[in-house]
């Protein structure tokens, strides 16, 4: 109410954002859709592409669980033609993902097959880049570390549990046979 007063219209639309989350996290999907779409019309009255792609992506999610799955689809791909016009890599990523999974679920797996594929080729793009690269490199090394201490204590319980087990089993089979 004090951002409408104010008019403060990216704080309204902000907050009318995490009201959807929230009501979606809730599992008010419909709801939710509601909200979405009138923060969808501001964002395209706007010009703001980029939230408007990120609007119908959320769209997108809630009509896959309200099992609305050729809707869905639709708003998938307008999100998706709106990311490739704007060269969105993280944005583009979801898209992939949610539109193989809605066609996994139409049981198109030839479709879903390619869409995960570009997702694979858009995550290395991304995450391979040289921007991305020192950083990398510099937290790998403690990554290890830590992994491997962790990798080894836990092949350490896991072969503990599998010696006690072992020995359990050994100690019932042998009682088994004495009382025979």
């Not at 992939?96 to 858009?122: K, P």
Request: glycine residues 4%; hydrophobic residues 40%; negative net charge.
């Amino acid at each position: 109410d004090i951002s409408t007063e104010t008019n403060d219209g990216y704080d309204v639309l902000n907050t009318l954002w995490i009201m959807s989350e929230i009501y979606s996290s809730q599992k008010e999907y419909a709801r939710s859709n509601e909200i979405l779409l009138g923060v969808l019309k501001r964002y395209e009255e706007m010009g703001y592409k980029r939230q408007s792609a990120k609007v119908l992506t959320s769209l997108g999610r809630n009509l896959t669980e309200l099992n609305e799955i050729d809707k869905a689809m639709g708003y998938f791909e307008k999100s998706l033609e709106i990311t490739l016009e704007l060269d969105a890599p993280f944005e583009l990523l979801e898209n992939y993902r949610n539109l193989a999974h809605v066609q996994a679920i139409l049981h198109n797996f030839e479709a879903a097959d390619s869409l995960q594929d570009l997702f694979a080729q858009t995550h290395m793009k991304i995450f391979n880049s040289d921007s991305l690269q020192s950083n990398r490199e510099l937290s790998s090394g403690n990554e290890n570390q830590s992994v491997t201490s962790v990798s080894t204590s836990s092949d350490w319980i896991i072969a503990f549990a599998m010696m006690t087990i072992l020995c359990i089993v050994s100690v019932i089979a042998y009682r088994g046979k004495r009382k025979e």
